[in-house]
């Protein structure tokens, strides 16, 4: 099934969730998703947003649902760890995300990786719907 439009963040009243990876939700091409009726192909022309809704061509709703993903979660305690933190992850050159006084980045490596290359940092495993921030983030 195609998706024909999108009827934009509404309540999600009949349509049947469909869950994707948060590359979806980052670019703007063309998608192949499985779902519980089948195939839904995406090919919006831009990202679509988490919770959106859209209608397919055999008349199903269907709302997009951003899958949470493995993060490592950083603490922002004082100003000196929080320096050696910041230092530690732009050397990673990964995507973060911040929430409050929490840093977190995906967790796309094995646990050596990062015991190694954040040495002296203390840090949790959690699981989030990870979106990149860190260029919006408010004061």
């Known amino acids: 099934m195609k998706v024909v439009k999108s009827l934009g963040k509404i309540p999600p009243d009949g349509a049947f969730p469909l869950e994707a990876e948060r590359e979806v939700f980052e ?3 063309r998608w192949k998703l499985n779902s519980e009726k089948g195939e839904v192909v995406l ?3 831009r990202a679509p947003q988490d919770g959106e809704v859209f209608l397919t061509d055999t008349g199903d709703k269907v709302v997009l649902i951003q899958k949470e993903e493995p993060v490592l979660v950083f603490s922002l ?3 000196r ?3 050696v933190l910041g230092y530690k992850l732009g050397n ?3 995507n973060v995300m911040v929430v409050g006084d929490k840093v977190m980045i995906p967790k796309k490596f094995p646990d050596d990786y990062y015991r190694n290359v954040l040495e002296g ?3 949790s495993e959690g699981k989030a719907k990870f979106i990149p921030n860190v260029n919006k983030v408010e004061e």
């Open 92 to 94: 990673l050159h990964q």
């Open 81 to 83: 760890s929080s320096f």
């Open 77 to 79: 305690s004082d100003p």
């Open 27 to 29: 670019r703007a091409r």
């Open 121 to 123: 940092l203390e840090f």
């Open 43 to 45: 090919d919006l022309g």
